[in-house]
C-alpha cells in the first residue's frame, strides 16, 4: 500500500506501485515518485470511450496551483471514420482548462499511463509528441506507465523519443541511396508543390512542400494545407494519400522542403503518417522509405521515418494480419518491380 503524503487530497490507493530499479536514476525525489503514483491509481478509473479500436489510453499527471497540488486525467475517445482525441492532448488540455497554459507548462513533469496489463514499448503517437512539444517543458518531460498486473513503474524520457531534424545525418547527394537523377526530380517536385498549397495562418518556416518516389518510378507531390478549423492537411501525409489512392503502396524515397536556406521542421504528425506507410514495405521484405530533407540549397540529410519516429507503432504493431492481407488485396501490380 501507497499512500499520498499531500495533507487534504491524501487518498489511500490500491496498487501497491513500485518503480522498477531502472527508474529509479529519472526520479530521484520522493515528491514526484508520490506523485507519480497518484497519478496511476487516478488514471486507473479514467473514462475513455474507444469505440473502434477497445484500446483505453488511462493517463493522468499532477498540476501545482498555487502551490496546490491537483491531479489531472484524461483519456482517449474515438469517432467515426477512424479519427480520435487521444489521451495524452485529452489531459494537457484538461490542466490548462483547469489551471492554465503556464501552470501546465511550469509544473507538469510527467505523463503517466496506467495499464491493465503489462506496458507495451510504444512511445505517443506523433501528433500527440507535437502537442507535448508545445505545451510543456518537453525536455524534461517524463513519460510514466504503471502495469497494474504487478504494480511496476516504468519511467523514461520524452525526449528520447524525439529525433530534430538537425541531428540527422548530413549526406552528400550521391550518397542519399538513390540516382541523383531521381534526388532531382525529387527536389523539383517538392519545390514546385511549396509554392502552392494554403498558408493562410501558417508561418512560412512552417510551410512545406513534399514529394514522393515510388518502387515503380511514380512521382507525386504536395504541399501543407491549413484552414479555418485548424484541421491542418500536412504534406508528406497528403503525398501519401495521393499515391495510396493510385493503389502505389510501395515508396523508394520522400524528400521534404521548406524556405530555401532553411532546414524545414517535420512534424512528428507527418512522420506517423511516413512511419506508417513505410511499414508496407517492411511487411513485404522491401526497404524501408528513405526520408530526404533538403535545405534548397544543395544541402541534404537523410534518415527514415523508423529513426525520424523512435518508439513508434503503426497498424502493423497491432493488426500485423490485417496488414498483410491488406497488401494481399490491393497490391496487384501498380508497384511494379524494384
Ligand atoms: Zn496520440
Redesign the pocket.
Known amino acids: 500500500m501507497v499512500t499520498s503524503a499531500c495533507g487534504s487530497s491524501a487518498k489511500r490507493v490500491s496498487t501497491a506501485w513500485h518503480l522498477a530499479p531502472e527508474a529509479r536514476a529519472l526520479v530521484a525525489d520522493e515528491q514526484l515518485e508520490e506523485q507519480m503514483y497518484r497519478a496511476l491509481e487516478a488514471a486507473a478509473t479514467t473514462g475513455t470511450d474507444p469505440g473502434i479500436s477497445g484500446y483505453h489510453v488511462r493517463a493522468a499527471t499532477v498540476v501545482v496551483h498555487e502551490g496546490e497540488e491537483h491531479v489531472v486525467v484524461g483519456g482517449n475517445t474515438e469517432y467515426v471514420v477512424p479519427e480520435?482525441i487521444?489521451?495524452?492532448?485529452s489531459l494537457l488540455n484538461h490542466a490548462a482548462n483547469l489551471f492554465g497554459a503556464e501552470a501546465t507548462r511550469a509544473s507538469v513533469r510527467f505523463v503517466a499511463f496506467y495499464s491493465s496489463g503489462v506496458c507495451g514499448a510504444g512511445g505517443?503517437?506523433g501528433?500527440?509528441r507535437d502537442y507535448q512539444i508545445a505545451k510543456t517543458d518537453y525536455e524534461n518531460l517524463l513519460v510514466v506507465c504503471g502495469q497494474a498486473s504487478d504494480g511496476t513503474v516504468r519511467v523514461s524520457r520524452f525526449a528520447d523519443t524525439l529525433v530534430p531534424v538537425e541531428r540527422m545525418p548530413l549526406v552528400a547527394v550521391d550518397a542519399l541511396g538513390l540516382p541523383e537523377a531521381d534526388v532531382a526530380r525529387l527536389l523539383e517536385a517538392a519545390t514546385g508543390a511549396r509554392r502552392g498549397g494554403i498558408d493562410l495562418f501558417t508561418s512560412a518556416e512552417r510551410h512545406l512542400g513534399a514529394a514522393a518516389l515510388s518502387m515503380g518510378g511514380r512521382l507525386y507531390r504536395a504541399a501543407g494545407a491549413d484552414d479555418a478549423a485548424f484541421h491542418y492537411r500536412y504534406p508528406i501525409g497528403g503525398v501519401l494519400q495521393q499515391a495510396a489512392t493510385e493503389g502505389d503502396y510501395h515508396l523508394r524515397a520522400v524528400l521534404v522542403v521548406g524556405e530555401p536556406g532553411t532546414w524545414p521542421e517535420i512534424s512528428y504528425r507527418d512522420r506517423q503518417y511516413g512511419f506508417e506507410f513505410s511499414s508496407f514495405n517492411l511487411e513485404k521484405n522491401k526497404p524501408p522509405v528513405i526520408l530526404i530533407v533538403g535545405d534548397g540549397e544543395g544541402h541534404y540529410r537523410v534518415s527514415t521515418f523508423e529513426e525520424a519516429l523512435p518508439e513508434a507503432f503503426s497498424t502493423r504493431s497491432f493488426m500485423p494480419d490485417r496488414v498483410e492481407s491488406f497488401l494481399e488485396e490491393h497490391d496487384g501490380g501498380s508497384d511494379g518491380a524494384e
Open positions: 480520435a487521444h489521451g495524452e492532448t505517443s503517437c501528433d500527440c
